[in-house]
């Protein structure tokens, strides 16, 4: 900037003296243009506030799509990745067993903040119809918003559901919907949007090329996370209460993290492809491709090096924003989660991805929750198995709201309270298959991949949908479980007939043992084809 405006000197003095009025407006017009870009895509750290003082509790929650619970201390993990996870652990609660019913985006999202299993909330996949997308009763959001919160959603481009459906907050910065053929076709080939996008990660990019900003496969961290502190330094100068929701795709496919986060662990004399990402995920053929693969043509251990760079980049950024409410003065009266929408197979289960599979003690359905703040117990490790589902009830509750009674998830208060279990049961299904993903039942019934399965029923929103003639199939073509803290139970569907599998979670979670404990078989056996009984779209079928 200096060498610019040193120059602009140089070229005023000499135009001036050779009466070149011309190239002097020329000059002048280049510098104004430089500042106005400078000033705009600058971005700068917010100040810290001297807090309001408010008469009811606050709530943050932070979120990384595909976070594992293993990556969090306390969990047998080799590697310190989360010391500022931790720190709010060891000051809350840690929910070690919360399971969500559907380990996909926007299915797992709605069971949050709905309080319901997706076959009563309907959003089963990533392409809801755009009826589907009117939920069917008021969302955590809606009642915060009667109760007079401030309700806002921060997110890049895995967030965009907060937008899609209908949680209504009352304040959005996210990306539109990236499952639009419009906006595919605004961003071109794989070329072009990947060299544009590194253009336009600050705020002009945001405001003009936000098909570029929140490009899919590139992530925000340190941008989402000072834009939640900006959010915060509002917010409490003002004596609203407020919820804030940031969700980022941090951790999320391909496993991109920015300097110097990618070279902690990988290492120095790495010669393979997956260098800084993992590659070949440029096309939807691409990711079908690699879909249908198994361990045998990955470089597991690379992939797990770059993930547990994303780990480390975004408890960073989680620090920032805890340091900011502290020094803020927010602290006394702001509770704080940390929580995630699924986790990731590493090929624990035959498969990599989210949601294909339930196969014993699957590690992309287990979420890391962590609660602390006000009223919430400190210290503990809860142990029993809770549910995504109980989020909503546990944090009205601690907010002194009341909890609506047509919800499927119970508040955890008390359990929480008296270190008691629950005893509660967890029920799951599985996602949409891009493809044919490894180690499925070979008489599983299966639809078209995930190209010849979407539809554009809406050419002017252009929304991009599960063909309706197909959708029976999807539905009917999933698996589902049940589990407690010990034993897990699923079902598969397949051309001749369910097949039931028994897995003893604490002793041997990748074999079926149905054989050797008929009892236990038989009474979640029932449990569980009365809950799929219940699902509306496959009695009526």
């Known amino acids: 900037m200096a060498f610019f405006v040193s120059g602009w000197i140089s070229a005023f003095y000499f135009s001036t003296a050779e009466g070149e009025l011309s190239f002097l407006i020329y000059i002048a017009g280049l510098a104004a243009l430089y500042t106005y870009i ?12 001297q807090s309001t003082k408010q008469n009811k509790m606050n709530v943050v929650m932070i979120g990384a799509d595909t976070l594992r619970c293993d990556r969090i201390s306390g969990n047998g993990y080799p590697r310190n990745l989360t010391p500022n996870i931790d720190k709010l652990r060891s000051q809350g609660v840690s ?80 990306a ?54 900006n959010y915060l330094k509002r917010c409490g100068q003002k004596s609203q209460p407020f919820f804030i929701n940031l969700f980022t795709s941090a951790t999320h496919v391909p496993f991109n993290s920015e300097y110097p986060y990618y070279n902690l662990f990988t290492p120095a004399d790495y010669k393979g492809e997956s260098r800084f990402i993992m590659t070949r995920l440029a096309s939807a053929e691409e990711i079908i491709e690699k879909q249908e693969k198994n361990a045998d043509f990955f470089d597991i251990q690379q992939i797990n090096n770059l993930y547990d760079s994303c780990v480390k980049q975004f408890d960073d950024e989680v620090g920032r924003i805890v340091d ?19 986790g990731a197979d590493f090929f624990e289960t035959g498969c990599w991805g989210q949601g294909n599979t339930l196969v014993g003690n699957d590690p992309s359905g287990r979420i890391p929750l962590i609660i602390k703040g006000p009223g919430v117990p400190s210290g503990i490790d809860f142990t029993p198995v809770t549910r995504s589902i109980d989020v909503m009830p546990t944090l009205l509750e601690l907010l002194d709201l009341p909890v ?17 279990s629950p005893e509660l049961f967890a029920y799951q299904e599985t996602g949409v298959w891009l493809g044919r993903i490894p180690g499925l039942h070979p008489r599983q019934i299966f639809y078209p991949n995930i190209v010849e399965l979407l539809d554009i029923p809406n050419k002017k929103t252009g929304t991009l949908v599960i063909n309706e003639q197909l959708y029976p199939t999807v ?30 979670l604490e002793n041997d979670p990748y074999r079926d043992v149905t054989d ?23 009695a009526a079928h």
């Open 38 to 49: 400078h000033w705009a895509a600058s971005e700068k750290e917010p100040a810290v506030i």
């Open 95 to 174: 929910l070690k067993t919360c399971i969500t019913p559907l380990a996909r985006t926007a299915p797992s999202l709605t069971s949050l903040l709905t309080g319901l299993w997706p076959q009563n909330h309907r959003i089963r996949d990533n392409y809801p119809s755009e009826s589907d997308c009117k939920l069917p009763q008021p969302s955590l959001i809606d009642l915060l918003n009667q109760h007079g919160y401030l309700t806002a959603a921060i997110s890049d481009w895995c967030g965009a559901d907060f937008a899609k459906l209908s949680f209504n907050f009352s304040e959005l910065s996210v």
């Open 176 to 229: 539109e919907d990236q499952w639009n053929i419009k906006l595919l076709l605004r961003q071109g080939s794989s070329l072009i949007r990947n060299v544009l996008s590194l253009f336009t990660k600050n705020p002009l990019g945001k405001r003009f090329l936000p098909e570029f900003y929140y490009l899919a496969g590139s992530p925000l961290t340190r941008q989402m996370g000072r834009e939640c502190r």
């Open 324 to 342: 900011y409410i502290e020094h803020s003065g927010l602290a006394d009266n702001t509770i704080i989660i940390i929580y995630s929408d699924h």
């Open 404 to 420: 609506p009674a047509n919800i499927d998830g119970i508040s955890l208060v008390p359990y929480l309270e008296t270190r008691t």
């Open 475 to 504: 539905i009917q073509a999933k698996n589902r479980s049940i589990q407690n803290h010990k034993w897990k139970l699923i079902y598969i569907p397949t051309y001749d007939g369910p097949v039931y599998q028994l897995y003893d």
């Open 516 to 538: 050797q404990f008929p009892l236990i078989f038989a009474e979640l056996k029932l449990l569980l084809d009365a809950h799929i009984a219940n699902d509306s779209l496959i």
